[in-house]
């Protein structure tokens, strides 16, 4: 059976591209996709760093896509406002045009410390806006090889659901992001991620939170995907888009993975 879930298929161009890039980018990339037509079925994001937030969206209002393309930001700080000296709060992140933020991305973890209990309450705050969190989990290349995936991903997901109810997690997203995938050219294989993706996180969502949450939470694949691997990821009905890097920095290789999200009917 086909599910309905609508399919985000997002571009998080993590540190990279000044907000005049950005808006130029924005607006041949729009173009673009308002000329192929709104797939069938698909959800776009665009998540570009704070200073070019304001550019992007402005881009995204003047076209005709803004009902289907979606501003979100990387990131956000667990407190609504105060001295908090180069952070960014998700009150400010809505005001400003977004409707997602990323959260517990691996580099956030890895470089910036973050752990499973700070990625918690970031989840609420994204919540507490009115923004929609985009869960990042994942297993580094060690834990991996050492047979810890499940356990790892299973962990982060209980501390990061911890407290919310049914309605908050059916509409979240959660994105797994294998660290090992992630800018290196070495992709989850498609039966893999989709593996854990059913397998280890629905199957968590389900034991934490419910069957309802569990169909109807949508989970991407992020880690090296690119124009030409992205159909047979796609081609697998449990996995609800992609969470894009590098790839999502061209206007070419996002429109051909926007186009590769389309929902095929039953
Ligand atoms: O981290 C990612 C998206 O959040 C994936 O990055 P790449 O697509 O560049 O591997």
Known sequence: MATHRTRLMAGNWKMNKVPSEARAF???????LEAAGRPEGVEVLLCP???ALTAVHEEIVASGAGDWVQLGA???YFETHGAFTGEVAGPMLADAGCRYVIVGHSERRHLFGESDETVARKVKAAFSAGLVPILCVGETIDQRRQGQTEAVIRRQLEVALEGLDEAAVAGMVIAYEPVWAIGTGENATPEEAHRVIQQVIRQRVRELTGQAAA???RIQYGGSVNATNIADFMALDGIDGALVGG???KVDSFTAIVAAGRRKAA
Do not use: I
């Open 49 to 51: 760093p704070f200073p």
């Open 74 to 76: 990387q990131n956000l």
């Open 215 to 217: 169909e109807r939470v």
């Open 247 to 249: 790839a999502s920095l």
């Open 26 to 32: 924005t607006r041949q990339l729009l173009g673009r």
